[in-house]
């Protein structure tokens, strides 16, 4: 008798709660996987994935499944908006994350602060998403005016590194513009002279008549900044092959860091700085775990986008272990959002602790990273490796300076 | 008169009944969406549809309205309800030099004309920081309290949203409706027919493809206030994009060219078949909107509204003693 | 003086690319009176047909012309026979909308089958560059500069030498007086839709080594292409060369004089004032 009214009430216990134990946790993430960016699409959805998988088959987060749900926003405003509102009211999602470009991420944060959802920004980099004061609105990667942050230090604590004197060479876009402004403002504070201010739109064909206008400025520093891959790579080119002999190729913007850099470029690519493209300390060995087994997996090498992805769903679960969660969507939500607040850990892309503080142009951010300016790092590209080497602390090896072009 | 008006009548009632049901938000969201593309569909349609003038820079002018609608806001705290209107002017007014310029052309190569003026428009929006804040754009974080009847309206609500966007699709079809019965609307069907003829019978071509790009470019310019206070963020790529200007193209053709209802039937075909395909199909979705828009222009050259109508005047003929009436 | 000798090099050898990807444009356009908003998807099939070609079989791009320019011929005679052919008649704005809902599934069934992610083409000999003069060219843009070239020769004799070409011509010329000569038009068409598609994928493989892939890239490149075309007056084959070459050397030197970030800017400024001052373009004959 015991024995069936133990198992009865088993019975009654699992029916009653099983349906609330196996309903997974949602995470809505509006990403483009069509249009002009869907490229990016693909590598978030490849990073979400594996750090799910890895999750729920750890037993998921306090026994439930986190699921996530990847829809398409073409790289169009007004359809991230029409996304974000779908899966807050329609999907019903906890927490929103993705975005890629800044415009969408900008739509996201809007509506998921008038829908009083959390959205953890993972990748999109224009200052102004965490500078509004949207109290939903994380971010977990560093803004863009933070990007130029090691090559400043670098310039500053390197003996004899200060330019005499800086082109720069920048794309038109939010964040061409918003970084070329940066290194600007920084580099007139220490009073270099600016000696070119080019603003180039993006994929340009060739670059040669506007690194021939450079060359007659005769820089000390070349510093350049692209969004796009291919500008990156033909920046690059068509300075060396017009003969520009700066005491540094600076290059600031993923493109800079991609392995096709080096496949294209050669020996051109040889001591060119990349600046930026922060993806986790490459001498924690965790990182380089989470690099491998990526690589096994998917036969790719994980960068910013990858990490940054990865990263965010770990941040995600996390806060999502530590909120009281009712079933309430409105007050689990707040839970959310608390337990974001509260956030203090370390993932593959590195500390993260969310906080109110203002940026190097002025900006007042809320739930910005506090150690996003860590996030900044100056890489090298040598003999088709690109290794990290400023600051000290997470540096791969020593660093090329001056390059050895400009002593000939 | 009153018989004319019975179906708007009947349209405006069955709008107004959409929220009374309690829909979801998502589904007034796409009611608002539809109803953003109505207007805008009856804006290129005007001038596209009656004058037979095909532009594909009618981005410009809505990305004109969006623009000076949210810096009025922003900057000289104007409220919505001046904003909007004045934004629709200002694309107006800026039609003037653009129609101008570009109604020296004919044929392609007015619309390759107005497809140039409109990645002008766009560089300059990139470019001109003083006043369009370049790339960065402008965000909207709350909009200014209002009563209206004695309660307050709630801007988080869609509703308020939806009886502005119903508004202006009624405007804007109703503007296409006057068009088609005045003398104007005479002018340019000639126009679009034979422009050497219209001319030598003493139209004033110019002066009558202008007015009309006026009217086009203040449908336009309202779509883009309206957008600009709906989706809150203005920036050059979302509101001066090439392929907003083809979008309104597509809804105005998939409707029905020179018909009234026609920006109505496309917007609700395109915004609802576009929705349900991107829900089903992650990746591969645009794969049927390319099919659905080939297989619309194949198989119904003159829209859906244009094939309706037939099908009904079909109809008509076969029901003896129905031609009386 | 190097600065411009070089930008007028860099500008010339740009506008070339750009004349490539105009001409089949043009052509079409002349016989058929239907502007291809396709078009791109067509230079995009062929830019990843140079790519897929040195990845799978090890074809240089320039020798693979031999292989795509058949196989784009006669993709672009069937896409005619069996997706356009039924729609021409029902006039320009129809075949417009049309083709946009081609470039549409075109794009997205490359992006299906191909991914989205981008794709460059390394050449060994595209290191290092020459320097005539001091003036620095990558080898890749020079040979296809060439291959530009060639191609457009053999165009020209085609369209002047041979019956087939003077048919094309005649049509492009006066649609009605060709067919009361006797021109079978529809066979005219056929054969010119596929040298239009056939011609952008020559501007494809050729631009691949200067240009990044992936399968919706066309949608960069169709504004230019009408730009061109229309500065040279649509239908106008030395038209579409003249406007490339110009639009390559009025942006770099745009880029350089006056200013970099308003290039593609200067690019629209001056179409709009050829179009002001000939209401046809450049080479237009009227209308």
Not at chain 1, 25 to 34: D, F, N, S
Not at chain 1, 354 to 381: I, K, R
Not at chain 3, 20 to 47: D, K, P, Q, S, W
Not at chain 3, 151 to 176: H, M, P, V, Y
Request: include cysteine; glycine fraction near 10%; proline fraction near 5%.
């Amino acid at each position: 008798m015991r024995n069936f009214a133990a198992s009865l009430f088993a019975l009654l216990a699992f029916a009653f709660t099983t349906p609330a134990l196996a309903q997974p946790l949602k995470i809505g993430a509006p990403q483009p996987m069509t249009g002009p960016d869907a490229p990016f699409g693909d590598k978030f959805k490849k990073a979400y994935g594996m750090a799910i998988e890895e999750i729920n088959a750890a037993g998921g987060v306090n026994g439930r499944k986190l699921e996530i749900v990847i829809e398409d926003h073409q790289a169009k405003n007004a359809l991230a908006a029409t996304v974000a509102e779908k899966l807050i009211t329609q999907e019903k999602v906890l927490i929103m994350t993705g975005g890629r470009a800044s415009g969408q991420a900008m739509e996201i944060a809007s509506v998921s602060q008038r829908l009083k959802t959390p959205y953890l920004v993972d990748h999109p980099s224009a200052d102004m998403i965490t500078a509004k004061g949207f109290e939903w609105v994380f971010r977990n990667n560093p803004t863009g005016s933070i990007y130029p942050a090691a090559f400043n230090d670098f310039i500053a604590n390197f003996p004899g590194a200060m330019p005499k004197s800086a082109a720069v060479v920048y794309d038109n876009t939010l964040f061409g513009k918003t970084i070329g402004a940066a290194i600007m403002k920084q580099l007139k504070a220490k009073n270099v002279p600016i000696v070119a201010d080019e603003a180039y739109p993006v994929n340009t064909l060739d670059f040669k008549p506007i690194m021939t206008k450079v060359k007659g400025t005769n820089p000390d520093y070349l510093l350049m900044v692209a969004v796009s891959t291919t500008d990156a790579i033909l920046l690059t080119r068509h300075a060396k092959e017009i003969g520009l002999r700066p005491r540094a190729f600076v290059g600031f913007g993923g493109g800079f860091g991609v392995a096709d850099m080096s496949t294209q470029l050669g020996p051109l690519a040889q001591n060119v700085f990349s600046s930026a493209a922060w993806s986790g300390n490459p001498n924690d060995p965790k990182v380089k775990a989470f690099y491998q087994k990526f690589h096994s997996r998917f036969g790719i090498w994980p960068h910013e986008h990858e990490v940054e992805g990865y990263s965010a769903i770990y941040i995600i679960a996390d806060a999502l272990k530590r909120a009281k969660l009712t079933g309430d969507l409105a007050a689990d939500r707040e839970a959310v959002r608390k337990a974001l607040l509260a956030t203090d850990m370390t993932t593959v892309f590195g500390k993260v602790k969310f906080g109110n503080w203002s940026g190097p142009l002025g900006d007042p951010y809320t739930n910005q990273n506090v150690y996003s300016p860590e996030h900044s790092v100056m890489a090298q590209w040598k003999d088709g490796q690109l290794l990290n080497v400023w600051p000290k602390a997470n540096a791969e090896t020593g660093l090329t300076f001056p390059d050895p072009l400009a002593m000939k | 008169m009153s018989r004319a008006l019975r179906p708007w009548l009947a349209g405006a009632a069955a709008l107004a009944l959409v929220p009374a049901l309690g829909p979801s938000s998502f589904f007034l969201h796409v009611a608002i969406l539809i109803l953003m593309w109505t207007l805008l569909g009856a804006a290129w349609n005007v001038l596209g549809g009656f004058a037979g003038q095909v532009s594909f820079g009618h981005a410009s002018l809505f990305g004109i309205g969006a623009y000076v609608t949210i810096i009025l806001y922003l900057k000289a705290g104007l409220p919505p309800w001046w904003g909007i209107p004045l934004g629709g002017l200002a694309a107006a007014v800026a039609s003037l030099p653009i129609g101008l310029v570009c109604f020296r052309l004919r044929g392609p190569y007015f619309s390759l004309a107005t497809l140039a003026v409109a990645e002008i428009v766009k560089l300059v929006a990139l470019n001109w920081e003083a006043v369009t804040n370049g790339p960065v754009g402008f965000l909207i974080t709350g909009l200014p309290p209002l009563r209206l009847l004695g309660a307050t309206v709630d801007w988080e609500s869609k509703v308020p949203f939806y009886a502005v966007a119903a508004v202006l699709a009624l405007a804007g079809l109703a503007a296409t409706a006057w068009l088609a019965r005045s003398r104007l609307g005479a002018y340019l069907v000639a126009i679009r027919e034979n422009e050497d003829a219209a001319e030598a019978v003493g139209i004033d071509t110019v002066r009558a493809k202008v007015t009309t790009l006026a009217l086009s470019a203040f449908l336009a310019g309202l779509g883009g206030g309206f957008y600009a206070f709906y989706f809150r963020y203005v920036d050059p790529d979302a509101v001066l994009n090439i392929s907003l200007s083809m979008e309104m193209v597509f809804i105005a053709m998939v409707g029905g060219l020179g018909t009234v209802g026609g920006p109505l039937i496309g917007a609700v075909f395109l915004t609802t078949v576009g929705e349900t395909v991107r829900e089903r199909f992650q990746v591969g979705h645009l794969i049927f909107y390319g099919l659905f828009m080939m297989l619309a222009i194949r198989y119904m050259p003159e829209g859906i509204w244009g094939r309706l109508r037939k099908l009904v005047a079909s109809l008509q003929s076969r029901v003896p003693g129905h031609g009386a009436a | 003086m190097e600065t411009f000798a070089q930008t007028l090099t860099s500008g010339v050898l740009t506008g070339a690319l750009y004349a490539m990807i105009g001409i089949g444009l043009t052509v079409v356009f002349g016989v058929m009176r239907i502007i291809n908003l396709a078009h791109g998807e067509l230079v995009m099939l062929g830019m990843f047909g140079a790519f897929w070609g040195l990845t799978l079989w090890k074809l240089d791009p320039f020798v693979s012309l031999l292989l795509w320019l058949p196989v784009m011929f006669l993709g672009g005679i069937l896409l005619y026979r069996f997706l356009l052919r039924k729609i021409i008649p029902g006039g320009e704005l129809n075949t417009l909308l049309y083709t946009a809902g081609l470039s549409l599934l075109i794009a997205n069934l490359a992006l299906f089958a191909w991914t989205g992610d981008y794709r460059t083409i390394s050449l060994s000999y595209g290191q290092e560059p020459i320097r005539p003069f001091g003036i620095s060219i990558a080898v890749p843009q020079a040979v296809a500069f060439a291959v530009a070239l060639a191609i457009t020769a053999a165009l020209w004799l085609f369209l002047s030498r041979t019956d087939l070409g003077r048919a094309i011509r005649a049509t492009s010329q006066n649609g009605e007086a060709a067919v009361l000569m006797g021109i079978d038009v529809e066979r005219v068409a056929m054969i010119t839709f596929g040298l239009g598609t056939a011609l952008a994928g020559a501007a494809g493989v050729l631009l691949a080594p200067s240009l990044y892939l992936y399968p919706t890239v066309g949608e960069l490149l169709i504004v230019k292409c009408f730009v061109i075309v229309v500065l040279g007056g649509l239908g106008s084959v030395p038209g579409a060369i003249a406007g490339g070459l110009l639009l390559g050397v009025v942006e770099s030197l745009g880029a350089v004089y006056v200013s970099s970030t308003y290039k593609d800017g200067i690019g629209f400024v001056l179409f709009l004032a050829v179009l002001l001052y000939r209401p046809s373009g450049l080479f237009g004959v009227g209308k």
